[in-house]
């Protein structure tokens, strides 16, 4: 059973997605199961909406939607009732919620994760079993290895390999970032979003050297795999972007392919809800 680890369902008519007006045009509408026929993976479902009332909304998707197997939604970390606000949303969840992911790409401050006033909420993540997901691109590297220092135990993963910029060519200073992080047992990577760092008319091989650099950093046992659809059509197909992955993977793991695709995901999340 392969399972996408980021899948994203948004729907503008109920809810504020207010990035998508700077995304561009052919995702500015909404994007739900119908729209992706004939997939048959387990999916754990991503926030993209700084607003519990969207993650709610992916709870009922889930419960309607066959192979939905969690979800990662989001939470006012800043907030002072933060502890009743996340236990809300397990309960609403019932055992679906099973990370937490705050915006941080989008929050002016870039150090923002480095303020201990999220000390609490993010003790709260650990405590509670869930997984915090890291939105983050290089310029927040420093602040969130010096966030998870403070919390052992607290299972991260990387969103898009924390967002190189492949069409710059973007590679020393995020290696080294990377590598840092990837030296924490507890921090996982998602082989996902690659293909829309990159410029379209880039060559297919610009890719290798980053992954190349995950593998040797994280090691086969800590990636997984994500389609970051439905933002991924702007680059590629769920299927071009599958085999593309795949082929990657069987290059430099060729024993993993199962665990990178599957095992890695439900070892992570660690979900109540059978993928099959």
Not at 183 to 200: E, F, I, N
Request: hydrophobic share 45%; with cysteine; aromatic share 8%.
């Amino acid at each position: 059973m392969i399972v996408d680890a980021h899948r994203h369902y948004w729907d503008p008519s109920r809810l504020d997605y207010a990035w998508l007006a700077h995304a561009p045009a052919s995702l500015r509408r909404a994007f739900l199961p119908d729209d992706l026929p004939g997939n048959a993976d387990a999916c754990i479902l991503v926030q993209a909406a700084p607003d519990e009332a969207e993650t709610r909304f992916l709870f009922e998707l889930a419960r309607d939607v066959p192979g939905v197997i969690g979800v990662v939604g989001w939470v006012d970390l800043e907030s002072p009732d933060i502890e009743a606000r996340l236990d809300r949303l397990i309960a609403d969840g019932g055992g679906l919620l099973r990370g937490i992911r705050p915006m941080v790409q989008d929050i002016p401050d870039t150090h923002w994760l480095a303020s201990p006033s999220l000390d609490d909420a993010f003790d709260l993540i650990t405590e509670r079993g869930l997984v915090f997901d890291a939105l983050v691109d290089s310029r927040h590297l420093r602040a969130l290895y010096g966030r998870l220092g403070k919390h052992t135990g607290l299972r991260t993963v990387i969103d898009h390999a924390a967002k190189p910029d492949i069409a710059a060519g973007e590679f020393a200073e995020w290696a080294g970032a990377i590598a840092r992080l990837a030296q924490m047992p507890d921090v996982h990577c998602k082989l996902s979003g690659l293909l829309t760092l990159a410029d379209p008319s880039t060559d297919p091989s610009a890719l290798e050297r980053y992954v190349a650099h995950l593998f040797g950093t994280f090691g086969a046992e800590r990636l997984v795999w994500g389609s970051d659809w439905p933002v991924l059509t702007t680059h590629a197909t769920y299927d071009a972007w599958k085999a593309r992955a795949g082929e990657l993977v069987r290059r430099h793991a060729p024993a993993a392919v199962d665990a990178v695709f599957g095992g890695n995901a439900l070892t992570l999340y660690s979900p109540s809800r059978n993928p099959a």
